[in-house]
Every structure is written in C-alpha cells, then in structure tokens.
C-alpha cells in the first residue's frame, strides 16, 4: 500500500506539501499579501501514526478475552479515517505495487522470527505431524481449488487464476495473535495442539508459497504452456530455492545462536546484554543474505529462528528477543491495517465481482476447512481440536505481499484488478470472521481438552 497524492504551493506564501482539499483555512496578511492556511498532510499521516501507536499499546488488553480483534479495529479505523474529507493521500497498493511489496515484505518478516521463537515443540517428524500434513497436503490442495474456481468461475486467466491460489494459500502469521502460541517458555511440549499447528503452518507456509507464485510469474511473463517451463520450475524454483531457504536459515541461525549464547568471551556474548533489538538485526540479515544467494528469504528467517532457539533452549534471551519482534510487529501491523482500510474505503475492492466474492467465501469457509480436516485426519489432537485448525487459516499481509510482489515484477500482468479486488476481498473477511471467532472459539476448545497436553503418546492419535 502506498500513499499517492499530490503536492501543491499555500497561496500568498512558500510551495509546501499540502495536496487534498484546504479543511482548515483562516485570511490574513503575510507580507502585505492575503494568505491562506492549510492542514499539512505529513503533520496528519504522524498523528495518525502516533494515534495507532498508542491504540496498539492499549488494545490488547481491552480486547483481550473479548470477540473482537484489533486487526478488526485498525481496519474500520483506517477505512473512516481516509473515507473523510481530509488532505490525507490515497493508499493506493495497485497503482504502486513495489512500494506496497516492501511494506508487506517488512511485516512478514518481522512477524517470522517472533513465530519461529515462540514455539517451544522441538522441530522433528512426529512432534511436528500436524504442521507437516497441513503443509505437504492441504496447501496444494488449497492452491488447485482455488485456482480452478478462479479459471472456470471468475473467468481469470490461467496465470491469474493460478496467482489467486498461490496467494491465499498460506496462513498468515502476522494476523494470528488470537490463535497462536505465547511467549517461549523452558517446556517443550507446553503449547496446545490447536495453537502450535497453526503458529508452525503460519510460518512455513508464508515461504512455502513461493514456488506457485514463481509458477503464475513465468506463466504471465512467458505466455508459454507449463509444458515449456515446468522442468525449470521444478528444478529451480520449487527445489533449489526452498533447499537455499532451509540450508540458509539453519546456517545464519546457527551462527546467531552460537554469538548469542557460545561464544568464548563473555563481552561478545549477546544474550548477557539483553538486547531485544538484535531480533531485528537476524531476521534482516538473515532474508537478506539468503535473497543474495537465490533462497527463500521468509522460508529462511523461520528456520534461523528455530536454529537461534534450539541453540540454548533453557534462556531468558529467547523472551526478550521475543518480546521486542512482537512489540515491532504490532506496530508495523497497525500501519499496514491502518492503510489496508483506507485502500478499501477508496476503492480496492471496485473490481469484485460476484463470482469473485463467493469464491473467496468458498475458499474461507468450504475448500480450507475440508481440505484441512482432511490433512489432519490421523495426526495428533482430537477431532475438535483438527476442525479449529482447518477452519482458522487466517489470511492476511501475506497474501497482499504476493499479489504486490506479482504485479510490481510483470507489467500488464493479466486480470490484476481482479486478483487484488478477490484477494483484498477475502483479507478483510478473514480479519472480520476469524477476528469475531476467534476468541470464544479458543476458549471453548480450551474448555473441551480432555487433557493439559494434546500431544499423545507415541503411537496414539485421533482421527
């Protein structure tokens, strides 16, 4: 999302940086000559900024065991504030996609390593089921479904059809407070089914999601039928750059981790200092490091993460790391709420059509849920406990992030005011619905266990 307005002079006096309607005006003489007066739009956008800064310092603790969420309210709140007739710029994110890919790219990024720090679940192949099967078998699946209805139902091209899905397949993390894990604890098993699956998913598929937007990208660039592309696709996108995420992240966290935690002189040793900022400092360098050399940079980051974590398990460090990303993170999500709103009120959704707001119905309520009941069948939990995880796959800066990074990367990319309408379409809703469910249904779930630990014993699972 981007602010797009445009400057112009203050009668009577100096050229400033006030676009949009003149709200505030008063006459008088400047220099023998009649002036007028102007609200300066920067002066506001800090306000705001400010205003929403203090809100998401707040919010948490009004909401807080209440069906709301502040995503919900940070939404509303931007599409009132630019829906009035203020000097504020237009959030525009179709008419400037890069712009609106660095902002959501910043937030997924931030968001990666408090998720990645959080879970206090070891990474293996049983503890992990759930996480694997969602990944492995319902996010393909989401991927098909959508991108079918978005061919045959919408009427979308194959490469925008194949975009949609790609884009909406991935589970947010940035959204997810409500349903995910809380801060690290020393326990490795403390975290509920429900909430470990989809804090994992979230920040596995967020990177995961990149081979099938590669896919729509050469599609659209090429024009060409998968039959010409696909083997490079496989070899390079989907293989090569997912292997350089994981061997990339383990090898940037595990030297983190050993700084942090290992090193021989005690003055070098960061975790003694306690600085939170540092989780910024290795989720940047991480991404960035692992983009340089070809990987997935948000596939990366989350793998860093677990590898800085398996470093010294049993450290406060992991809390203050933790704490600091979250504190970022709400304040870079307010921001991007606070413009997705007002890009809604102005706008984005002008391009929706019917077809294309039942299908994002469908994706939220029919084709996730089913087809992540269906990855769950067999895995670890208890039947309530798989139907939560399959119905909160909350969509959200992720999908805007590979919608803008699709059109900032193909000019005339096709049907892109469709995609962005369908996309922004189904962001809202989620934040909506899941925002409203989210909270009574966790407390339901948490008041149905049949035990503290949802994890069995090895070799007991629940259809």
């Keep these: 999302m981007f602010l797009k307005g445009r400057a112009r002079g203050v009668e009577g006096g100096n050229p400033g940086f006030c676009p949009g309607p003149k709200l505030v005006n008063w006459r008088g003489h400047h220099n023998g000559r009649e002036g007028r007066v102007q609200w300066d739009p920067a002066d506001l956008v800090i306000a705001l900024f400010g205003f929403g800064a203090l809100l998401a310092g707040v919010l948490p603790w009004l909401v807080e065991r209440r069906?709301?969420?502040?995503?919900?309210?940070?939404?509303?709140?931007?599409?009132?504030?630019?829906a009035l007739p203020t000097p504020l710029p237009r959030p525009d994110p179709f008419a400037h996609p890069a712009i609106a890919a660095h902002l959501t790219e910043l937030g997924v990024i931030i968001a990666l390593m408090g998720a990645g720090l959080k879970i206090d679940r070891p990474m293996d192949l049983y503890r992990w089921m759930s996480t694997w099967r969602l990944v492995v078998i319902a996010m393909p699946l989401t991927v098909a479904c959508v991108a079918l209805l978005g061919w045959w139902w919408i009427g979308l091209a194959p490469a925008a059809a194949l975009l949609l899905g790609g884009a909406l397949a991935p589970t947010d993390p940035v959204l997810a407070s409500d349903v995910d894990v809380g801060r690290p604890t020393e326990a490795e098993d403390s975290e509920d089914e429900v909430r470990f699956a989809l804090t994992s998913e979230g920040g596995l598929t967020?990177?995961?999601?990149?081979?099938?937007?590669?896919?729509a990208l050469t599609w659209a660039a090429t024009a060409e039928p998968p039959a010409r592309w696909l083997l490079r696709w496989l070899s390079v996108d989907a293989a090569y750059k997912a292997a350089m995420g994981i061997l990339g992240g383990t090898a940037?966290?595990?030297?983190?981790?050993?700084?942090?935690?290992?090193?021989?002189?005690?003055?070098?040793r960061l975790a003694r200092h306690s600085e939170g900022f540092l989780a910024l400092a290795s989720s940047f360098l991480t991404y960035g490091v692992v983009e340089l050399v070809g990987g997935y940079g948000f596939l990366a980051v989350f793998i860093a993460a677990r590898a800085i974590r398996r470093a010294q398990r049993r450290d406060h460090y992991h809390q203050v790391l933790h704490d600091f990303s979250e504190q970022v993170e709400r304040l870079w999500t307010m921001f991007l709420l606070l413009l997705f709103g007002g890009a809604v009120a102005t706008g984005l959704l002008s391009a929706l059509s019917w077809p294309a707001a039942l299908t994002?119905?469908?994706?939220?309520?029919?084709?996730?849920?089913?087809?992540?009941?269906?990855?769950?069948?067999?895995a670890p939990g208890y039947g309530p406990e798989h139907w939560v995880v399959a119905a909160f796959g909350i969509r959200g800066i992720g999908t805007l992030y590979y919608v803008s990074y699709a059109l900032a990367h193909v000019a005339d990319f096709p049907?892109?005011?469709?995609?962005?309408?369908?996309?922004?379409?189904?962001?809202?809703?989620s934040v909506v619905v899941h925002g409203i469910a989210a909270t009574p249904v966790m407390q339901a779930i948490d008041r149905g266990r049949p035990r503290p630990n949802s994890v069995p014993a090895s070799g007991s699972t629940a259809a």
């Design 415 to 429: 049907d892109a005011e469709e995609v962005w309408a369908t996309a922004a379409f189904v962001v809202l809703v």
């Design 360 to 378: 994002g119905l469908a994706m939220l309520l029919v084709i996730r849920p089913l087809v992540g009941r269906l990855a769950l069948w067999g």
């Design 67 to 82: 069906p709301f969420s502040m995503p919900i309210i940070f939404v509303l709140l931007g599409m009132v504030v630019f």
């Design 252 to 268: 940037v966290g595990w030297l983190l981790g050993r700084l942090f935690f290992r090193t021989p002189s005690e003055k070098f």
């Design 206 to 215: 967020e990177g995961l999601a990149f081979p099938f937007v590669y896919a």
